[in-house]
T-cell receptor, first 114, second 112 residues
Framework: ETGVTQTPRHLVMGMTNKKSLKCEQHLGHNAMYWYKQSAKKPLELMFVYNFKEQTENNSVPSRFSPECPNSSHLFLHLHTLQPEDSALYLC?????????????FGEGSRLTVL | GQQLNQSPQSMFIQEGEDVSMNCTSSSIFNTWLWYKQEPGEGPVLLIALYKAGELTSNGRLTAQFGITRKDSFLNISASIPSDVGIYFCAGSFSGSARQLTFGSGTQLTVLP
């Protein structure tokens, strides 16, 4: 039990589908993150929300749309994805400001785009 | 942007052997973190370092914050099969989690 729960764990979708990834954190943190993990590459930060406000959007294509309704929940809405978007999508949370840099990750959602 | 070079990319070792891996940065960091990711799981924090020269242990794991603040090392002593996984370094200048830069990982395989 990591304190950060992601659903679904696995998702297969076609390029024309619309789906969403969900993340919930039970740690009382105020910042939540989406990362993309591809094989043998560093984790790529996609979005950051702090106190429900989006503070980072690292040039992510508009086919990825985040939503943060409150400090405990984070969604990633997916629409007309490409095969190269297949990856493990990791949600994380932290308490900010707390200059320890520690992130707490969920188990990830493995996405396959056909 | 900041870059982290993590090596080796992969390691195959015999059970009982010691393991060393390292990360070097193109710029100075004030925080170094080491994470482990097991198959099918998310990364879990192993050790956090906040001071140049700091040496911190967590069981059989020992990590060091390089004196130049541009590198960090992780050692695992007497490896066991459950040490299998991907080990990531991460660093930050500001100390903020949102500004972490990650290495590309070291895939560790422990052979019985």
């Amino acid at each position: 039990e990591t304190g950060v729960t992601q659903t679904p764990r696995h998702l297969v979708m076609g390029m024309t589908n619309k789906k969403s990834l969900k993340c919930e954190q039970h740690l009382g943190h105020n910042a939540m993150y989406w990362y993309k993990q591809s094989a043998k590459k560093p984790l790529e930060l996609m979005f950051v929300y702090n106190f429900k406000e989006q503070t980072e959007n690292n040039s992510v294509p508009s086919r990825f749309s985040p939503e943060c309704p409150n400090s405990s929940h984070l969604f990633l809405h997916l629409h007309t994805l490409q095969p190269e978007d297949s990856a493990l999508y990791l949600c994380a949370s932290s308490q900010e400001p707390k200059e320890t840099g520690e992130l707490f990750f969920g188990e990830g959602s493995r996405l396959t785009v056909l | 942007g900041q870059q982290l070079n993590q090596s080796p990319q992969s390691m195959f070792i015999q059970e009982g052997e010691d393991v060393s891996m390292n990360c070097t940065s193109s710029s100075i960091f004030n925080t170094w973190l080491w994470y482990k990711q097991e198959p099918g799981e998310g990364p879990v924090l192993l050790i956090a370092l906040y001071k140049a020269g700091e040496l911190t242990s967590n069981g059989r794991l020992t990590a060091q914050f390089g004196i130049t603040r541009k590198d960090s090392f992780l050692n695992i002593s007497a490896s066991i099969p459950s040490d299998v996984g991907i080990y990531f370094c991460a660093g930050s200048f500001s100390g903020s989690a949102r500004q972490l830069t990650f290495g590309s990982g070291t895939q560790l395989t422990v052979l019985p």
